[in-house]
Nanobody, 113 residues
Framework: QEQLMESGGGLVRPGGSLKLTCVAS????????MGWYRQAPGNERELIAQ???????VYADSVEGRFTISRDNANNTLYLQMNNLLPEDTAVYYCKQYFGMIWGQGTQVTVSS
């Protein structure tokens, strides 16, 4: 059974940056499309960035140009570099295999002055 562990969240000022990390246990990670999702209070969990096994990326309009998803297949690790953060980016951030069913515990990102 796959296990996912997100880390790297925290409190940051508007305009600041954070880098999130997701470590996956599934040995099929290297051939699996992956995604970053977020959920703010009162909102649905939404897909904000996805990456194929060979590195092709797609972003939600809300984060396009500010966030970068990447992966390190040798270490079963997924990253989300977040720049120019806005208060509306405040949410719990999760990673998941795009076609998978298992979530990690998430990591809290709070953008506030």
């Amino acid at each position: 059974q796959e296990q996912l562990m997100e880390s790297g969240g925290g409190l940051v000022r508007p305009g600041g940056s954070l880098k999130l990390t997701c470590v996956a246990s599934d040995p099929s990670f290297s051939i699996s499309a992956m995604g970053w999702y977020r959920q703010a209070p009162g909102n649905e969990r939404e897909l904000i960035a996805q990456i194929t096994s060979d590195g092709i990326t797609v972003y939600a309009d809300s984060v396009e140009g500010r966030f970068t998803i990447s992966r390190d297949n040798a270490n079963n690790t997924l990253y989300l570099q977040m720049n120019n953060l806005l208060p509306e980016d405040t949410a719990v951030y999760y990673c998941k295999q795009y076609f998978g069913m298992i979530w990690g515990q998430g990591t809290q990102v709070t953008v506030s002055s």
